[in-house]
């Protein structure tokens, strides 16, 4: 009990520091016109929208040991530290972007907003009633759209709006729910079919997103899904091997994903955007872990089974057994599906100031081109 009113203390303080830290970011750069963030996806982008839902302990992560080595304790996110955005924010000279649904932060939408919950998909049907789906989190995105031009006027809302860098990485859950729920719907479809269905609901939301005058949009491909720990383990026969049919599904979005963001180019008025390769950058780390600095890149640091690959780390799951490694620096998987904060930063990285033609970074922007450019 004392350990548990210690985590609440420490989100308590820690949600107490975020406002505090904001309120002087707005006192010390109101005079500064800031290029704001927004960030719309899944767990991997995820900075805890999901505490302040309905949703089981599948879909959050306040609980010990996430966040153990940079937070010191819990904070939402699905990692032992930070998530890409924090980074990224940090280059861009922002301060760490709160979830839309962290109470207070209605104040302070001019350094920009996650959306993003973990579970989510394309899809309204992924894991529904458990998660804020893509077109939920166009909504939420709508509200402080309408609370901007309140607070700054049209044309100060317009500029912020245009000038804004736009992150996405969704459909990871629309390919993994049927096969972690024995859900029958990929039988319904084609497997080309189906991508359309998310690639669709995707455009959608960025067009939408357009129209209301974003214009600067990043993107993360898919991970290869069939090699992430708790995907190793659902065929008891594959003997610990990447699952091939759902590693499919991700090469075949992958490809309508860069394709699509081509088209949009051309279709959209000022549409500017960057494609980074998760799914090289992982495979290369999950194949080559020595190289990258990692000693181990097929199993987890946090939870039990072959690999690790048991969704457990914490207790609060299913399954309540969990072994955590000693050094998750050492790790490129966290959890059975989820990257080290080691991990993250590498990502970011090379999505900050990787070489444009690069083979990670696609398109004719990297993230730091991309929130200097014009709108």
Known sequence: MARLSQHFFYAFFLHAVLI?????????????????????????????????????????????PYGETYFKFPTGRF??????????????????????????????????????????GALVETFKGDVIDLKTQLRYYKKVEKGLRRKLGSDEAKMTISKAV???????NDYMSPFLTNSTVLKSYTNSKYVEMVISNL????????K???????????????????????????????????????TLHNKALSKLVFELEKQLKGFKHSLFDLNNFLQQRINHPSKFGFKEGKSACCGT?????????????????????????????????????????????????GEVGHPHVIGPYNLMNLFQAEA
């Open 203 to 210: 455009t959608t939301v960025i067009k939408e997103i357009h």
């Open 79 to 120: 990692s032992d530290g930070r998530l890409v955005p924090d980074f990224i924010a940090k280059y861009a000279n922002l301060p760490f972007i709160p979830p839309f649904l962290q109470p207070g932060i209605d104040s302070h939408y001019g350094y920009g907003v996650n959306f993003a919950s973990a579970g989510a």
């Open 166 to 172: 736009y992150l996405f990485s969704i459909g990871s």
């Open 20 to 64: 505090s830290t904001r309120c002087k970011a707005t006192s010390e750069h109101s005079k500064k016109h800031v290029v704001a963030f927004f960030i719309f996806g899944d767990s991997f982008l995820d900075a805890g929208n999901n505490n302040y839902i309905n949703t089981t302990t599948l879909d959050k992560a306040n609980f010990w």
């Open 212 to 250: 209301i005058g974003g214009r600067k949009f990043a993107f993360m491909n898919l991970p290869p899904l069939g090699c992430l720990p708790t995907i190793r383990i659902t065929r008891p026969d594959s003997n610990g091997s990447c699952l091939k049919e759902i590693s499919l599904l991700a």
């Open 305 to 353: 089974g072959p690999f690790r690959g048991v969704y457990s780390c914490g207790g609060k799951r299913v399954v309540k057994q969990f072994e955590l490694c000693e050094n998750p620096n050492g790790y490129v998987f966290w959890d059975s599906i989820h990257l080290t904060e080691k991990a993250y930063k590498q990502l970011a990285d090379q999505m900050w100031s």
